[in-house]
């Protein structure tokens, strides 16, 4: 079993800079790539960044390319979202998953690739 703590969060005006980090734990975490989802109210979930944990590629959805940045530190465990010059439209909770085995690059990016979830931390950008 591997639990996702997610944290970092919070309220930003238009412009503004977070960074969120998600720490993995359990008996045995087993991990290829890690990745940030969030899902506005009323939406599907949607990919936002993904690493993958030997050799760190990295994977962006558009809408935020060159505004976000993912990275990890193997030693903690743990996954990291820069977002900066955040607009409304990102809002929304953000999700921490984590994917165990190898899987091809069209997958990374689809939910149903990631078999641990954490609980999700809000992220609100004000106009």
């Known amino acids: 079993q591997v639990q996702l703590v997610e944290s970092g969060g919070g309220l930003v005006q238009t412009g503004g800079s977070l960074r969120l980090s998600c720490a993995a734990s359990?008996?045995?975490?087993?991990?290829?790539?890690m990745a940030w989802f969030r899902q506005a109210p009323g939406k599907e979930r949607e990919f936002v960044a993904a690493?993958?944990?030997?050799?760190?590629?990295?994977f962006y959805a558009d809408s935020v390319k060159g505004r976000f940045t993912i990275s990890r530190d193997n030693t903690k465990n743990a996954v990291y979202l820069q977002m900066n010059s955040l607009k409304p439209e990102d809002t929304a909770p953000y999700f921490c998953?984590?994917?165990?085995?190898?899987?091809?690059?069209?997958?990374?990016?689809?939910?149903?690739?990631?078999?641990?979830w954490g609980q999700g931390t809000q992220v609100t950008v004000s106009s």
């Open positions: 998953a984590n994917r165990r085995t190898v899987i091809d690059v069209q997958s990374i990016i689809r939910p149903a690739s990631y078999t641990d």
């Open positions: 359990g008996r045995t975490v087993s991990t290829y790539a």
């Open positions: 690493i993958t944990w030997g050799r760190g590629y990295t």
